[in-house]
């Protein structure tokens, strides 16, 4: 009986208590808290590397269309014995993967 009015008279610091208790467990622990932050920094992290990869991947890409429609001997030469497997009689091909 003694504990229940004394919550009675410290209404006011029990509520302070569990409302700082409330935000200190979602500003750590929460969907926004610190732990999900970090988890979300290290996402974007891996997309960055992602992107940069893709990027070069891309630049790549442009590069070998640019040489295929500027009709580049070389470059069609190296596809065509490089896909068909194609040489000469007096050439000796080796495969090295």
Same mark, same amino acid.
């Given at each position: 009986?003694?504990? *229940?009015?004394?919550?009675?008279k410290?209404?006011? *610091?029990?509520?302070n208590v569990?409302?700082?208790?409330y935000?200190?467990?979602?500003? *750590? ?6 732990v999900?932050?970090? /988890?979300?920094?290290?996402? @974007?992290?891996e ?5 940069t990869l893709?990027? /070069? /991947?891309? @630049? &790549?890409?442009? @590069? ?18 490089e896909?068909?497997?194609y040489g000469?009689? &007096?050439?000796? !091909? *080796?495969? !090295?993967?």
């Amino acid at each position: 009986m003694q504990l *229940i009015e004394s919550f009675k008279k410290k209404k006011l *610091i029990l509520f302070n208590v569990f409302l700082t208790l409330y935000v200190g467990i979602n500003l *750590i622990g929460g969907e926004r808290g610190l732990v999900s932050y970090f /988890e979300k920094k290290k996402i @974007h992290q891996e997309l960055v590397q992602k992107e940069t990869l893709l990027n /070069e /991947e891309l @630049h &790549d890409l442009k @590069h070998k269309i640019k040489l295929i429609t500027n009709n580049d001997l070389d470059y069609l030469d190296m596809l065509y014995r490089e896909k068909l497997r194609y040489g000469t009689k &007096d050439e000796i !091909l *080796i495969k !090295l993967k």
